[in-house]
């Protein structure tokens, strides 16, 4: 029986070749004079995972290998106009139910989306929504309750990359045949991880500074300068301990741990994206390791920030699940077909987010940034071997490491 692992390994060569084309039709036509590219992102996630343990992996002690760049070709087309037979069934069984429970993105309201729906389809569907904090602590409560037999506590849940591959392979979550379903205008790269997971944005994992406090030419570069003496007490960062595993496997695990180390000894405050972004705004620190939401929102508040993408481009595809079991399906399938489709896409934006699935937004523009510096373009998904370790005993090895160098040890 395949793991994750091994099947997202076997559709690599097609995602990287997509993905790899997307970049290169991007930077070329960055160079012409005509207007502003539109960006083209991976294609979907073509395997789907299935729930077994993943295999023993071992951990690289040097940067892997980045993929390499092939001839370009053309992006799928987006949906067809007008709502399919499906969509309007899957409209007519929301309604029935009348309500959900989900999980939203720090800054995203439940009250747009649901007049967005109501203007779009006639259905007034009550939204309960929570604030989405953490997506491994979401992960690790939702396999909990699994396990337990207990019914989710949310029906829709927000996650991305790693830990979208983790509730996938825990069958946690729900496989869609979204394709028919989607809402005109919607692109269908929005479709990820084979139907398990639609995405309502994308993100890139960096840093942001003050340049008020830090002039761009003495500006950290790479996650080796924040090891400086000179940036002590000046630090805040994200604790998740995954986001480290993925830097440790792009740059190497034992240059990554020693670096890790090092930085922690600078004596850097760690919190969650939400309370991180606090503390910036409030200049209590000038450097901090964020998402690109979060620069995008800061940048919207019009506060000084800049933002450096440290050693290679990260991005991230956002994705909503629906929980398998969940009480009300249909309208957590609805909620996520509007946050995909172009209204969503509006709301998003108006948090500070954007997608590399519609052009003109901040995702754009942070691609063509690293582009331009000729960073490498990291994401999980595609990234020969980075699922398959993140998932594995080794991975899983690192990721505890990881959290005793953060929680000092």
Excluded at 130 to 135: F, I, L, T, V
Excluded at 307 to 316: A, G, L, Q, T
Aim: glycine letters at 8%; aromatic letters at 8%.
């Amino acid at each position: 029986m395949k793991t994750i692992g091994t099947t997202l390994q076997t559709r690599v060569g097609a995602g990287v070749v997509l993905l790899a084309c997307a970049l290169l039709i991007a930077t070329v036509a960055s160079c012409a004079p005509a207007a502003s590219p539109t960006p083209v992102p991976p294609a979907p996630t073509s395997a789907a995972p299935k729930a077994t343990p993943a295999p023993a992996a071992s951990a690289p002690t040097a940067a892997p290998a980045a993929p390499a760049t092939p001839v370009a070709k053309a992006a799928p087309a987006p949906a067809a106009k007008g709502p399919s037979p499906e969509l309007t069934q899957l409209i007519e069984a929301a309604k029935k139910e009348g309500k959900a429970s989900i999980k939203l993105h720090s800054g995203v309201e439940a009250q747009p989306i649901r007049e967005g729906i109501k203007r779009k389809f006639g259905i007034d569907l009550e939204i309960d929504a929570s604030p989405s904090d953490s997506y491994p602590a979401a992960v690790a409560k939702a396999i909990a309750e699994y396990k337990a037999g207990t019914q989710p506590s949310y029906d829709l849940l927000p996650l991305s990359d790693s830990t979208a591959a983790q509730s996938i392979n825990a069958a946690i979550v729900e496989k869609v045949n979204w394709a028919p379903l989607l809402i005109e205008g919607t692109p269908r790269e929005v479709i990820q991880f084979d139907g398990y997971a639609i995405s309502p944005y994308t993100g890139h994992i960096g840093m942001v500074y003050n340049p008020k406090v830090i002039p761009a030419a003495e500006a950290p570069k790479s996650f080796g300068d924040l090891t400086d003496p000179k940036w002590r007490g000046k630090i805040a960062a994200y604790n998740y301990a995954t986001n480290y595993v993925n830097i440790a496997f792009v740059r190497g695990t034992d240059k990554t741990l020693a670096d890790l180390r090092a930085f922690m000894k600078n004596n850097p405050v760690l919190e969650v994206y939400a309370r991180g972004q606090t503390r910036f705004m409030a200049n209590e620190y000038p450097i901090l390791l964020t998402g690109s939401a979060i620069y995008g929102d800061v940048k919207q508040k019009g506060l000084p920030v800049e933002w450096v993408s440290p050693d290679f481009s990260w991005f991230s595809i956002h994705t909503m699940h629906v929980m398998k079991g969940s009480k009300q399906p249909n309208a957590a399938k609805l909620i996520a077909l509007f946050l995909a489709s172009p209204d969503g896409h509006k709301i998003y934006n108006g948090s500070g987010r954007g997608s590399m699935f519609y052009p003109g937004n901040i995702e754009f523009d942070i691609h063509q940034q690293d582009a331009k510096l000729g960073l490498k373009q990291f994401n999980p998904q595609t990234w020969p071997g980075a699922m398959e370790f993140l998932l594995s005993d080794k991975g899983k090895q690192l990721e505890d490491e990881v959290g005793r160098i953060l929680r000092g040890g």
